[in-house]
């Protein structure tokens, strides 16, 4: 089956930078959406960036559009989230999730996307 694990969260000061993996297993992967999403306490989860794991274009909510970078190491089965510039507002718990799309596209809705990770915790202080 398919698993997901995120890692490399952690407290950063506003201003620094993380980035978090998320290594995929289970599934040979081609077909599907990669995305990154987070979640604060009190809010729904929300789409941050995306990717099909074939490449390709790259989306990001606009709140982090010039400062996260999703990419993926095809050979190492790896999704990666590159966030600089962090701000307080970017604290969250951030999940990695695979939609399998075999007719391309990617959405953004949690409900499109079949696989989550546990979510690693990021902390963001001013």
């Known amino acids: 089956q398919v698993q997901l694990v995120e890692s490399g969260g952690g407290l950063v000061q506003a201003g620094g930078s993380l980035r978090l993996s998320c290594a995929a297993s289970?599934?040979?992967?081609?077909?599907?959406?990669m995305g990154w999403f987070r979640q604060a306490p009190g809010k729904e989860r929300e789409f941050v960036a995306g990717?099909?794991?074939?490449?390709?274009?790259?989306y990001y909510t606009a709140s982090v559009k010039g400062r996260f970078t999703i990419s993926r190491d095809n050979a190492k089965y790896m999704v990666y989230l590159q966030m600089n510039s962090l701000k307080p507002e970017d604290t969250a718990v951030y999940y990695c999730?695979?939609?399998?799309?075999?007719?391309?596209?990617?959405?953004?809705?949690?409900?499109?996307?079949?696989?989550w990770g546990q979510g690693t915790q990021v902390t963001v202080s001013s």
């Open positions: 999730a695979a939609d399998y799309r075999p007719l391309g596209g990617l959405g953004s809705g949690p409900n499109e996307y079949d696989y």
């Open positions: 289970g599934r040979a992967f081609s077909s599907y959406a």
């Open positions: 990717m099909r794991w074939s490449g390709g274009n790259t």
